[in-house]
């Protein structure tokens, strides 16, 4: 396994719409375990593929929270939200592509979402809190939406300003 550069908005990668996932390959299983070791290290709680410069429908998270639960790391393939809630639910959003920047999202409460699992076998799932709201975020990735998109105009463009500045300093070491 090893660590990925984790791409910064704003860069063109991040607006793509990526391909479905044909085969669960070696080198896609790698991938995944590349995802979730990047993930863990951040720290963050959910990583999409384009994040890493990979345009391919593969998310991974992690939203085990509490100290002492064990960790539950999952790998989606083609994920797909089959049911959403009409209850929505707000709340603080980061992205690792956006480091230090949070802003209140709304979104349904609960989402149903159908995927491929990393021995190649469909799955279906009901989540709610944390885990509804970061498989969301992670699928949005995948159509090259980031949570700043539900901002204000204004709202995006001053973080989107503070991003452009971070990576002129990043590069300038
Ligand atoms: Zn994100």
């Known amino acids: 396994m090893s660590l990925r ?36 290290a951040a720290p963050g709680i959910g990583l999409a593929a384009p994040q890493v410069g990979e345009l391919k429908r593969l998310i991974v998270m992690d939203c085990v929270k509490k100290e002492g639960d064990p960790p539950r790391p999952m790998v989606l393939f083609n994920p797909e939200v089959t049911w959403s809630s009409e209850e929505t639910n707000v709340y603080e959003e980061g992205c690792l592509s956006i480091p230090d920047q949070y802003a209140d999202v709304e979104r349904p409460a609960e989402v149903r979402v159908s995927w ?42 001053l973080i989107t300003r503070k991003m452009v500045k971070l990576k002129r300093e990043k590069a300038r070491l």
């Open 5 to 40: 550069d984790i791409i910064i908005h704003p860069d063109p990668r991040l607006k793509k719409l990526c391909a479905p996932v044909a085969d669960i390959t070696p080198d896609l299983q790698r991938l995944a375990d590349d995802m979730l070791q990047t993930m863990y």
């Open 116 to 157: 491929i699992d990393q021995t190649g076998t469909p799955q279906e799932e009901q989540f709610d809190g944390l885990w509804a709201t970061c498989v969301q975020h992670e699928i949005d990735h995948l159509n090259g939406k980031l949570f700043i998109d539900y901002l204000r105009p204004l709202k995006r463009q």
